[in-house]
């Protein structure tokens, strides 16, 4: 090809034929640039086609962990809107007529509600590979990389009353610990080898009832707890709109 052209051009040359060979020599330009503009048009394509392959993996690993997220999340929420609607139990029975509660229902509340503590650990794996990386960028989606932004800086300061209902337990159980064995369910007791009558339960039971400073330490982690749902809850608004987001951009 390139001796064809040459060809031409010596022989418009020779024939002294400016007007020929300036048109010549302009469509020669005019073929070069369209090559050019070719390449780079395909280079662009094929790096394009790269992008969308890597961006369609980063969508489908953030639909893995954010599916178990919710898994995780889910399931958290439902224990501690348990452990919440326990502890409510307790702080009733602590502020009325004790007689009529059998200490087996107290001795519940206690470890399942007062005793209990939640944490949810999330899978942010692919979230955080990207950011380190800087494949953040590869996401079209802006929307996408807001909410997964918002989830990530919540989920990293949004946990304060976490560690303080953690604070509010550990205090609890120091103000119980000397009525621990009347509380812990009767297998364990068996299992352990800690020797208890049903009169000495009754009455431990009863000492925790009337125990001011465990009411109040009940009631402040019971609160914090309940705000801790509702935290949740609005984690499970990003984590369902990330979900939704990802699998939209993975049909279109």
């Not at 307790?90 to 503590?117: C, E, N, Y």
Request: charged share 25%.
């Amino acid at each position: 090809m390139i001796k064809f052209f040459r060809r031409i051009r010596q022989q418009l040359l020779s024939e002294n034929n400016f007007n020929k060979y300036l048109l010549y020599a302009i469509g020669e330009i005019i073929l070069v640039v369209i090559g050019i503009l070719l390449a780079l048009q395909i280079n662009n394509w094929n790096e394009a086609r790269k992008r969308n392959i890597e961006e369609e993996k980063l969508l489908t690993a953030l639909i893995e962990d954010f599916n178990e997220n919710k898994i995780r999340l889910e399931e958290a929420i439902r224990k501690e809107t348990d452990m919440v609607r326990m502890s409510k139990s307790l702080i009733k029975a602590m502020q009325s007529d004790q007689k009529a509660i059998h200490p087996d229902s107290i001795r519940f509340w206690v470890t399942s509600g007062a005793k209990s503590w939640w944490k949810t650990e999330f899978v942010t794996g692919t979230y955080d590979a990207m950011v380190s990386s800087g494949n953040i960028n590869i996401l079209e989606n802006d929307n996408l990389k807001r909410v997964l932004s918002q989830f990530s800086a919540d989920i990293d300061s949004g946990f304060e009353d976490h560690y303080e209902s953690m604070h509010y337990l550990i205090e609890m159980n120091k103000i119980s610990a000397e009525i621990a064995p009347a509380l812990i369910h009767g297998i364990q007791r068996e299992e352990l080898g800690v020797m208890m009558g049903s009169k000495d339960i009754d009455l431990y039971v009863k000492q925790l009832l009337n125990n001011e400073a465990y009411l109040g330490l009940l009631i402040s982690k019971t609160w914090l707890e309940t705000l801790r749902i509702l935290y949740q809850q609005k984690l499970q608004g990003y984590i369902d709109e990330i979900l939704s987001i990802c699998e939209s951009e993975l049909t279109e």
